[in-house]
């Protein structure tokens, strides 16, 4: 008893540290500038710090992953997924917002498959939203029926991030994603989106043998087209082609090279969202060929389109709850296949996860040159 006392004594102490006027985040954020368009405040900022505290250490999901549809509209190569699937089962928007609000994670996902299939994405968007069961919601798309129109309905929605998916800084992306037309479309689209201010999109690059020499030109692209990049890991789990895989001496050679110049050029103008020990940890992935300590199904899982439980894109077994989950699954998960970002960001601990909130902040309230 005395010991659930203090427990909740230390999560109100913490509460009031991040949330009140006194507290760090205020004082951090005093110097924002007045021309910030992003959708999500400070104060937003401090709840979702209170959350990942509060979820952390009662063991709920620092972020839960919407796989809103596995339909895809393209057929890319380092992927499992890809078509359209017929009849489908899929939950509605407000039985989002009841899991949102139950599940109560800092930080909500929107996936797939190609989310922007569902013909309902904005009423997903708003219902997740408003549901006040989180903080921070993004969504990841191949940007295929990215357009003005959609942009701005999620964002009036309460969308606060948008990441769209580039393997290359050219038509190799085409190829790679097997849609002709991609990468041009997007290289008119995400400009002029960019232009609007709300500095919400940031560029998912995963990394493979074929594209380590243009990880460097994929920051210089997301620097003309005025967004952000964040990059993770190829796994071959998805697929079983280990071919896209980094392993041999001169590859991995140039990979450190590579992050090293990441790295600096990070410093340089903030538009890269990768914290430098999740780039020293994405080194250490390719040259080990795995990552240990996986905390799927704890600090993060997935939900399928028709609300089943599991624990990532690459374990798909279902389970009707997270206690469950947790029995069955993440007690004895030995899997270090992948490093994506869904487990990238929330592998670290506590104390590590709030040192680098500020830097996430910065991205988000603080105007780089
Ligand atoms: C599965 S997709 C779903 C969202 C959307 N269809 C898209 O491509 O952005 C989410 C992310 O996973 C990445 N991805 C797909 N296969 C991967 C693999 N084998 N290893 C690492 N990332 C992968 C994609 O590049 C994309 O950025
Ligand atoms: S990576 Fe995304 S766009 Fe490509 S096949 Fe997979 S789900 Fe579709
Ligand atoms: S390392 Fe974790 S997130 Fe990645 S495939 Fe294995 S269980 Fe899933």
Redesign the pocket.
């Known amino acids: 008893m005395t010991k659930f006392l203090n427990s909740q004594v230390a999560l109100y102490k913490l509460r009031q540290l991040w949330t009140k006027p006194h507290g760090i985040w205020y004082k951090y954020s005093i110097n924002l500038p007045a021309n910030n368009m992003s959708n999500f405040s400070p104060p937003d900022a401090a709840r979702a710090v209170w959350r990942g505290v509060r979820n952390y250490i009662t063991k709920r999901p620092l972020v839960v992953s919407f796989e809103v549809t596995l339909s895809c509209n393209c057929n890319c190569r380092h992927c499992d997924l890809g078509g359209i699937i017929r009849d489908e089962k899929q939950i509605k928007p407000d039985e989002f917002a009841r899991l949102t609000r139950s599940l109560d994670p800092p930080l909500v996902q929107i996936s797939g498959g190609e989310p922007l299939l569902r013909k309902d994405i904005v009423d997903i968007v708003r219902a997740i939203k408003q549901s006040r069961g989180t903080s921070y919601l993004m969504l990841v798309t191949n940007g295929v029926l990215l357009n003005e129109h959609n942009y701005l309905q999620m964002h009036k929605a309460g969308l606060n991030q948008l990441s769209v998916s580039l393997d290359f800084p050219d038509e190799r992306h085409d190829d790679f994603r097997r849609h002709r037309g991609l990468y041009k479309h997007l290289d008119e689209t995400l400009p002029q989106l960019a232009r609007f201010g709300y500095r919400d999109i940031i560029l998912n690059t995963a990394i493979t043998k074929d594209n380590l020499k243009d990880l460097l030109p994929l920051a210089q692209k997301a620097k003309e087209w005025n967004v952000s990049i964040s990059y993770s890991a190829y796994?071959p789990?998805r697929t079983g082609n280990s071919s896209y895989s980094i392993n041999d001496g001169g590859d991995l050679e140039l990979l450190r090279k590579t992050i090293y110049e990441l790295i600096e050029l990070k410093k340089r103008n903030g538009h890269i969202t990768n914290s430098r020990a999740v780039f020293l940890n994405t080194i250490k992935f390719f040259e080990q060929g795995h990552?240990p300590n996986?905390k799927?199904g704890v600090r993060f899982f997935v939900v399928m389109p028709d609300g089943a439980f599991v624990?990532?894109s690459?374990?798909r077994h279902r389970y009707f709850n997270q206690r469950d989950m947790m029995k069955n699954f993440s007690r004895t998960?030995q899997?270090?296949?992948?490093y994506?970002s869904i487990?990238s960001y929330t592998d670290p601990s506590i104390w590590k996860l709030l040192k680098d909130a500020p830097g996430y902040g910065k991205r988000l309230f603080v105007k780089s040159a």
């Open positions: 796994t789990l990552m996986c799927a624990p990532c690459l374990h998960n899997c270090g296949a992948c994506v487990r």
